[in-house]
């Protein structure tokens, strides 16, 4: 089954790892294809692709562990 028809997509996804092997590109590639508006997911064209790729869809949050608090309180997000 693939991504964009799974039934129980994320609601978030962690990466981990040492710097520089892709992680973010990851993140934004599996990001791109849930929200994909193409059936031949990621299509690339469409607006979600576009925002997706252009950081600023409103479905995609890239926290970084630098700024993990400041992007939390930004994003309201409360650790529990």
Do not use: W
């Not at 690339?44 to 700024?67: M, Q, T």
């Amino acid at each position: 089954e693939d991504m964009q028809n799974a039934v129980n997509k994320p609601d978030a996804l962690i990466l981990a790892g040492e710097r520089g092997i892709g992680k973010k590109t990851l993140a934004g590639i599996v990001a791109q294809t849930l929200v994909c508006e193409s059936s031949d997911a990621p299509c690339g064209v469409c607006n979600a692709c576009y925002k997706a790729k252009n950081s600023f869809h409103p479905d995609i949050i890239f926290l970084d562990a630098e700024n993990l608090k400041a992007d939390a309180k930004k994003y309201g997000i409360k650790n529990e």
